[in-house]
């Protein structure tokens, strides 16, 4: 043998002695990717629970959107009704009064024709108060219905906020994964 020969002998027999690696630290290795493996099959699973739990949330807030949309158009539906109303009790309020200053004056005149205008004043009396009663009515079912808006409002928070929560856990978590990737990489 050479000198060339035995210096490329002991070159290689370095390179092979610093290139093995203890049995332990392969162990210890071995042992962490299968750590990681089976928290990446644990992780696999919450994310599709979660997204499972995401894509329900978005079903229900449509639906309470839906919901909402539509209690809003009652509302104003109702709204428009009230001011109806409250123009009619204005009108048979002004009637009301022709109708007192009539009598007044029709008071002094024949009986007759002052009788024949009580029983028109009466008339107007108990429409005006149907009608009040009616106006009561349309504003017991207006505010339940603000009140029935509100609360889905309220709820439409809360799950927004909820869905925001299982957002940033599922980001939290594919930080985390992405982490356990870079390391095992």
């Excluded at 071995?30 to 928290?39: D, H, L, M, T, V």
């Excluded at 349309?138 to 609360?151: A, C, G, R, Y």
Aim: charged fraction near 40%.
């Amino acid at each position: 043998m050479n000198f060339k020969q035995f210096i490329t002998y002991i070159l290689i027999f370095s390179f092979i002695v610093q290139g093995c690696v203890p049995a332990r630290k392969f162990e210890e290795v071995a042992e962490k990717q299968e750590i990681c493996a089976k928290e990446l099959k644990t992780l696999k699973t919450v994310k599709t629970e979660l997204e499972t739990e995401n894509i329900e949330l978005k079903s229900n807030n449509d639906q309470l959107y839906e919901a909402n949309k539509k209690l809003t158009k009652d509302t104003t539906l109702l709204g428009k009704s009230m001011r109806m109303k409250e123009k009619q009790y204005d009108k048979i309020e002004v009637l009301n009064q022709r109708i007192q200053e009539q009598l007044e004056i029709l008071q002094k005149g024949q009986t007759l024709e002052k009788q024949r205008l009580m029983a028109d004043l009466e008339k107007r009396k108990l429409e005006l108060l149907k009608m009040e009663d009616e106006l009561r009515d349309l504003e017991i079912d207006l505010n339940s219905k603000k009140i029935d808006l509100e609360n889905m409002s309220v709820e439409l928070q809360k799950r927004e906020k909820r869905v925001n929560e299982l957002e940033e856990i599922i980001a939290n978590k594919d930080a985390i994964v992405k982490a356990l990737k870079d390391k095992v990489a």
